[in-house]
């Protein structure tokens, strides 16, 4: 099976614009509601899912494992 590296390159990107567009609501809300909020976490925590998501794409395949 082939790699499709334009594929990868599209989700990578759409990934990053999420990640961009949810690092901006999290400021959003934070101003508004207040660092402690339960909005601003719940917002923290779906950026931190995206961000952990992304990392996951960009580990090379085999790294990581002992």
Known sequence: MMCDLHEETETTDYLLDLIN????M???TAERFGIESEKTLICS????????????MMK????GLL
């Open 26 to 28: 999290l400021l959003i």
């Open 45 to 56: 925590q779906e950026l931190d899912e995206l961000i952990a998501k992304k990392q996951r």
């Open 21 to 24: 567009h949810k690092r901006k």
């Open 60 to 63: 090379p395949v085999g790294q």
